[in-house]
């Protein structure tokens, strides 16, 4: 079992940044795709940025490429998400999610998950 905690949400204006984080207190994951996701009230969870486990290639959403940037850190069991340029449309609870195998962009496809952070970008 895998359990991920993720920190760093809040409330900022449109514009700013913000930097998330999600840890795997006493488990590695170094072998595990990580990911982030976000949801909006009424709407799916969607895709948000991956990196995959092996060489550490990074995916992105369209809505946030240029804008958001996935690292991870495998001696602290931990990954980042910063986000700049924020848009009201960034704002949803922002989940982080593991998983074994090969990196896919939907939410189905990966195995253990946080409880969510909060993001809201006010206008």
């Known amino acids: 079992q895998v359990q991920l905690v993720e920190s760093g949400g809040g409330l900022v204006q449109a514009g700013g940044s913000l930097r998330l984080s999600c840890a795997a207190p006493?488990?590695?994951?170094?072998?595990?795709?990580m990911g982030w996701f976000r949801q909006a009230p009424g709407k799916e969870r969607e895709f948000v940025a991956a990196i995959g486990w092996s060489i550490g290639t990074t995916y992105y959403a369209d809505s946030v490429k240029d804008r958001f940037t996935i690292s991870r850190d495998n001696a602290k069991n931990s990954v980042y998400l910063q986000m700049n340029s924020l848009k009201p449309e960034d704002t949803g609870v922002y989940y982080c999610a593991a998983s074994p195998g090969s990196v896919v962009m939907i939410a189905q496809g990966w195995e253990y998950w946080g409880q969510g952070t909060q993001v809201t970008v006010s206008t």
């Open positions: 006493g488990r590695t994951f170094r072998n595990y795709n």
